[in-house]
Every structure is written in structure tokens, then in C-alpha cells.
């Protein structure tokens, strides 16, 4: 099941600190590696994201069941840059008819895949480590972000472990009617959309009657609102976003002395 509760032990020294802090150290640490396309800063970065994963109170056992959806998507990378890339430089690997894969299609490959990788962890590692509820408190307090958006952000986020459950009493129903696909491909892809589509029309409805519930309920009535919970922003804070900076400047630095540094524009 879909769960966006945190996972990390409380009294790990940096999974204690303010979640608008860690939110935005992991915003600045992502945003800065975006700027190259070459595999040595983003490994440099993973390793320095897994090298910080007690300071966190995350095991790496539990970040894996959190990211598995990246190991998803890196195949696809691969997929995608082996039968569609334009350019294939460098030495041919394989070539089986229409495919060929040459060495500079898998270095591509690698360094989007690294880059995925690097811009992700540091989102996973936050929400892992960060109660909705506190973070939408830190937005409010600390970020001065409206308290109808934070509020309704903290509501999605409570509603998406029920999707992983309707989609499996959707499924349930339709079996107990006798729909289904069997060995069929094309049958279970009709299946597939037509449940995805359920499961959005149900999404909808229920996203709908809690805007109009939260609205009856004075979310929108435009007055300051009190708070129960204090998210205090203190010079620690600050500290883990300025070396989130420094560690990822660090490693564009190192990829940059090296000479694989290719910058995502130019």
C-alpha cells in the first residue's frame, strides 16, 4: 500500500530538523545537478545522499521499498535511449538488426539514469523522514504559503494510500463478476485502463466533496489562522540548506576538474 508516513527514526540528528528546511535543502541539492548531463557529478551526489542516510535515521532497506518506482523508470531510460537515440557514437556493443547499441548511447543512458536517481533520492529521503502534517505546518509558519494550499496538499496527501486500496476492491469487484483478462494482453490492458479510469472518476468525486467539506468548514474564510503545533526555524536550519549547496556544488566541481562535465545547456 501507498504510504507518505514517515519511516526514520525521530532522534536522528537530521531527520529533526524543520521540514521547510530539509524540503529546501533537498530542492537546492536537486536543482543544482540538474545543470550537467555527465554520469560523474550525480554519482558523486548518490553517493553522498546514501553516505547520509543514518544522519537521517533512514535504513537502506526501507529508502528501496521507497524508490522502487526509479528502478521502474530507469529501465525505461535505457529502453528508450537503446531503440530511439539519434546520435550513437562511439563503439558499436551490440547490433542485432534495427538496434544498435554503440557505447555512447549507454553513457548517455548512464548519466540520465544517475541524474534520476541524484534529483529523487533527496525527495524520498525528506518525505521518509517528515510527518504530512508537520510539514504542512512548516510551509504555513515558515514559508508563509497559504494555508489553503498547504492544507489541501496535507488532504491529498492522506488520500493517496486509499487509491492502492480502491484499485484493489475495484479489481476484487470485477473478478467477482467474472471480468477478467486471463492470458489475454490486449484483454488486460482494456482491464488496466478501464480500472485506472474508475479509480480517477472516484478520485475525483472524493477530492470534490472534500474542497466543498473543507470550504463549509471555514478553510477558505481569508482570516488568520492559529496554530497548534510550532515549527520552529533555527540557525541548524539553515546550516543543512547551505550544505546541501556545498555538497552539490562540490561534486559539479569534481566533475568539472575531471573534464566530464557537460552542461545541460550549450
Known amino acids: 500500500m501507498i504510504s507518505f508516513e514517515p519511516v526514520a527514526a525521530p532522534e536522528a540528528l537530521l531527520a529533526r530538523r524543520n521540514p521547510v528546511a530539509k524540503l529546501a535543502a533537498a530542492l537546492v541539492f536537486s536543482f543544482i545537478l540538474i545543470a550537467t548531463l555527465d554520469p560523474v557529478a550525480p554519482a558523486i551526489a548518490i553517493a ?13 532497506r526501507v529508502l528501496a521499498r521507497r524508490a522502487w518506482p526509479l528502478l521502474v523508470g530507469a529501465v525505461g531510460v535505457v529502453v ?20 544498435v547499441v554503440t557505447s555512447g548511447v549507454l553513457l548517455t543512458a548512464l548519466g540520465l539514469v544517475l541524474r534520476m536517481f ?49 484499485w484493489q476492491m475495484i479489481s476484487m469487484a470485477r473478478r ?15 482491464l488496466f485502463v478501464s480500472t485506472a479510469f474508475a479509480l480517477l472518476v472516484g478520485a475525483i468525486r472524493r477530492g470534490t466533496r472534500l474542497a ?50 557537460r552542461p545541460l545547456i550549450g
Open 48 to 60: 553522498v545522499e546514501l553516505a547520509l542516510l543514518p544522519l537521517f535515521g533512514v535504513r537502506l
Open 80 to 99: 528508450t535511449l537503446v531503440l530511439f537515440a539519434a546520435e550513437r557514437s562511439g563503439r558499436v556493443l551490440v547490433e542485432a538488426g534495427p538496434v
Open 118 to 166: 541524484a534529483v529523487a533520492l533527496p525527495g524520498v529521503i525528506v518525505f521518509a523522514t517528515t510527518d504530512p502534517t508537520d510539514l504542512a505546518d512548516a510551509l504555513i509558519q515558515n514559508a508563509k504559503a497559504p494555508a489553503r494550499f498547504a492544507i489541501g496538499a496535507l488532504a491529498a496527501f492522506r488520500l493517496v494510500p486509499l487509491l492502492g486500496q480502491e
Open 176 to 190: 467477482a463478476r467474472g471480468v477478467e483478462a486471463g492470458r489475454n494482453p490486449l484483454a488486460k490492458l482494456r
Open 212 to 261: 466543498v467539506a473543507m470550504d463549509a468548514r471555514g478553510f477558505d474564510a481569508g482570516v488568520p489562522r492559529t496554530v497548534a503545533r510550532r515549527q520552529r526555524f533555527v540557525a541548524a536550519d539553515g546550516l543543512l540548506i547551505a550544505g546541501a549547496a556545498v555538497l552539490a556544488g562540490a561534486a559539479l566541481t569534481v566533475s568539472v576538474l575531471l573534464g566530464t562535465f
